[in-house]
């Protein structure tokens, strides 16, 4: 009789960890409350170039923060590399320190030398798409939020694809798709996105993009929108 009671107790007990276990670990959480259940190896057979702006003797935008464009979007990559690969994805890193990816190579010392490395990498790859992070910079210290730049009109779906999850995974202001002129956009033969994750410009988005939590949040962000992408064109 006693054992009994005391074993329906801890039986009682072990339903209720089990429970609370399979609620944190069944389904991806977001800090915006939302979940998704990413059917696994959703990014199987596909090539990602992750291309981390500026590194080297460039270090991007240095705004109002401790950190620099080079280092954030360095932090951001490596955390989306990481998101990727968990879905099955190959990645190639155009850069994966903090260097000047066309050192060493024969665009060294060439005009946008560092952009034409990145590109003539992404290219050789024969990658599905390439995605290029960035920090924003503006005269106006209140200008905040994120941006996705496409060019060619191949771009325009990944870029629609990212902005519909980044800023709302950094509750941060949504600056829209936009239309940019940049070269890596225009000379990679993929489709390709520029993505403008926050200003440096701006005090508290300069704080946020300095601190691992919220690089996190970044890289999420722009995952989903790279799962959304692959799974509107199949
Ligand atoms: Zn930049």
Same mark, same amino acid.
């Given at each position: 009789?006693?054992?009994?009671?005391?074993?329906?107790?801890?039986?009682?007990?072990?339903?209720?960890?089990?429970?609370? /276990?399979?609620?944190?670990?069944?389904?991806?959480?977001?800090?915006?409350?939302?979940?998704?259940?990413?059917?696994?190896?959703?990014?199987?057979?596909?090539?990602?170039?992750?291309?981390?702006?500026?590194?080297?003797?460039?270090?991007?935008?240095?705004?109002?923060?401790?950190?620099?464009?080079? %280092?954030?979007?360095?932090?951001?990559?490596?955390?989306?590399?990481?998101?990727?690969? #968990?879905?099955?994805? @190959?990645? /190639?890193?155009?850069? #994966?320190? *903090?260097? *000047?990816?066309?050192?060493?190579?024969?665009?060294?010392?060439?005009?946008?030398?560092?952009?034409?490395?990145?590109?003539? #990498?992404?290219?050789?790859?024969? &990658? =599905?798409?390439?995605?290029?992070?960035? *920090?924003?910079?503006?005269? %106006?210290? *209140?200008?905040?939020?994120?941006?996705?730049? $496409?060019?060619?009109?191949?771009?325009?779906?990944?870029?629609? &694809?990212?902005?519909?999850?980044?800023?709302?995974?950094?509750?941060?202001? =949504?600056?829209?798709?936009?239309?940019? !002129?940049?070269?890596?956009?225009?000379?990679?033969?993929?489709?390709?996105?520029?993505?403008?994750?926050?200003?440096?410009?701006?005090?508290?988005?300069?704080?946020?993009?300095? #601190? @691992?939590?919220?690089?996190?949040?970044?890289?999420?962000?722009?995952?989903?929108? /790279?799962? !959304? $992408?692959?799974?509107?064109?199949?």
């Amino acid at each position: 009789m006693k054992y009994s009671f005391y074993s329906s107790i801890w039986a009682t007990i072990l339903m209720l960890v089990m429970f609370f /276990i399979s609620g944190l670990f069944g389904s991806e959480k977001t800090t915006s409350g939302r979940s998704y259940n990413l059917p696994s190896r959703a990014l199987a057979g596909r090539t990602i170039v992750v291309d981390p702006g500026h590194g080297g003797a460039d270090p991007g935008t240095v705004g109002v923060g401790k950190t620099t464009e080079a %280092d954030n979007v360095l932090a951001i990559a490596w955390e989306l590399k990481q998101l990727l690969e #968990q879905a099955g994805a @190959r990645v /190639i890193l155009t850069r #994966q320190g *903090n260097v *000047n990816p066309a050192d060493g190579t024969a665009y060294s010392g060439l005009p946008n030398s560092q952009l034409a490395a990145r590109v003539a #990498q992404a290219n050789r790859s024969e &990658a =599905d798409i390439f995605v290029s992070l960035h *920090n924003d910079w503006s005269d %106006d210290p *209140n200008a905040a939020g994120s941006a996705s730049y $496409y060019y060619k009109s191949h771009d325009w779906a990944l870029a629609e &694809a990212v902005q519909r999850r980044l800023p709302a995974q950094l509750k941060a202001n =949504d600056r829209g798709v936009r239309h940019g !002129d940049f070269y890596v956009l225009r000379n990679t033969s993929m489709p390709a996105v520029l993505v403008e994750i926050g200003f440096l410009s701006n005090a508290r988005e300069a704080e946020l993009l300095s #601190q @691992r939590w919220y690089r996190l949040e970044a890289a999420r962000g722009v995952f989903y929108g /790279i799962v !959304d $992408y692959f799974q509107a064109m199949s």
